[in-house]
């Protein structure tokens, strides 16, 4: 059953059925057959679909402003998607005392295909899930743990890289093992680590390779750049183009479950600053043949992870000289409202908040040397926006930068494509390939 899993859910068939399907089930519902009554149809329509407008919006400011479950505005294409799903049962609900027992059936039948196709394109703006596989988890789940094998073994110190050539042949394409890293420094409990080892660390004579050490969003988790990140093909692409060489990419959980917000800070909620500057590099280079030296070692992210890898670089810039920041915020925050999250993060001290921000350190500190790259869906103005900020700023104090407004996706992990390969490109340069 391998073809189930590999049917997408971002294109393909299953994708424009789904808009057939609920196309026509909106259609079905909106239509009421009989003559009689068709006025008052209407305006009962037109009332159920503002009474769901409402609800969707005032449910909105309730989980951004009242109860601060999301520090940013949810997009209005997926509101408008779930204002869609909303006002489809809506109607269902109405239409009861107009139809028949019969064709109360078929009601649910068009309401659960709009359904269907608001839950498709929610999915598909975002890009989480892009295969049946990826929803169900399983091919995350296949995935093997990290064998000794592959480890750093003591006395066989890797090659440099500089002027590297592999003994024999590589294999055509990298791995992706599971690891656990522990919260040593920090006493993070965290959750399952990947690592992805490109072609050249299989060589006899292993180089010592760059480092990427990656975040994921939130709400979500490391398995997230996996699905939606597409990480894999991404840096076996990268790696074809640079011989098989590719930087060593660990994805990592600052933040231990899929709702917790850790801001990537030592705070009253966690020491996840610790965590990403002593326990994650100590478990690396203890762990795995890579570059020790921190010109050769950059931080990535999406959404959260994007503002923890500014945040990375900007307070820790002698262990990480680049980053990738897919949609990055301004700042770090754990609802809308800031006080909100000096409140919960710092009791309520400005200055020791402001003090770990990256526009701070950005205006205090010089990082000639250091490197980054911002990318932002061009439909999401406000991160097109913090990134222009940030890349104002971080050129200021020294930064080599590049930005990518990726058009016609918003925040979306749409955005890595083309932004991935053009954030890679810039950090090999920054490593001085020549390859």
Aim: glycine share 8%.
């Amino acid at each position: 059953m391998d073809w189930v899993e590999d049917i997408r859910l971002t294109g393909g068939p299953l994708y424009w059925s789904a808009w057939v399907l609920g196309a026509a089930g909106a259609a079905f519902l909106l239509w009421l057959p009989r003559l009689p009554g068709r006025r008052r149809w209407l305006l009962s329509v037109a009332a159920a679909l503002a009474v769901t407008a409402g609800l969707v919006l005032l449910i909105h400011w309730m989980l951004i402003y009242l109860t601060s479950v999301f520090p940013n505005d949810v997009p209005y294409a997926v509101l408008t998607w779930v204002f869609a799903a909303a006002a489809s049962l809506l109607v269902l609900l109405l239409r009861v005392r107009f139809d028949s027992w019969r064709r109360r059936g078929l009601d649910v039948v068009a309401f659960a295909a709009v359904l269907l196709l608001s839950t498709v394109q929610v999915n598909a703006y975002f890009g989480l899930n892009r295969t049946i596989a990826d929803l169900t988890g399983t091919a995350i789940s296949r995935i093997p743990a990290l064998e000794p094998a592959l480890m750093h073994q003591p006395g066989t110190p890797a090659l440099p890289l500089t002027g590297w050539t592999a003994a024999g042949t590589l294999p055509d394409n990298g791995v992706l093992r599971t690891v656990s890293i522990p919260g040593t420094a920090s006493g993070l409990q965290t959750r399952t680590s990947y690592v992805y080892l490109p072609p050249a660390y299989f060589a006899a004579n292993r180089p010592s390779l760059p480092v990427l050490v990656m975040v994921p969003g939130q709400p979500g988790g490391p398995a997230d750049w996996l699905t939606g990140g597409s990480l894999l093909p991404r840096m076996e692409s990268f790696a074809d183009r640079h011989g098989g060489v590719a930087p060593v990419v660990v994805v990592v959980d600052p933040n231990g479950s899929q709702n917790a917000n850790n801001l990537c800070m030592d705070s009253d909620l966690a020491k996840a600053d610790t965590y990403l500057s002593v326990d994650v590099p100590d478990w690396i280079v203890h762990t795995l043949d890579v570059d020790q030296d921190p010109r050769q070692w950059a931080v990535g992210g999406f959404s959260f992870g994007a503002t923890c890898a500014v945040q990375m670089v900007t307070r820790h810039p002698d262990r990480y000289t680049g980053f990738l920041a897919f949609a990055s915020e301004r700042e770090p925050a754990v609802a809308k409202e800031r006080q909100k999250t000096i409140d919960a993060a710092f009791h309520g001290d400005t200055e020791a908040f402001d003090a770990q921000l990256p526009l701070t350190l950005l205006g205090e500190r010089d990082y000639s040397g250091k490197v980054g790259y911002f990318a932002a869906g061009a439909n999401d103005q406000e991160f097109v926006a913090n990134m222009q900020t940030l890349a104002t700023a971080a050129s200021g104090a020294g930064f080599t930068v590049r930005t990518d407004a990726v058009q016609k996706t918003g925040h979306s992990w749409d955005m890595l494509t083309p932004g991935m390969d053009n954030g890679l490109e810039l950090l090999a340069q920054h490593w001085g390939w020549e390859r």
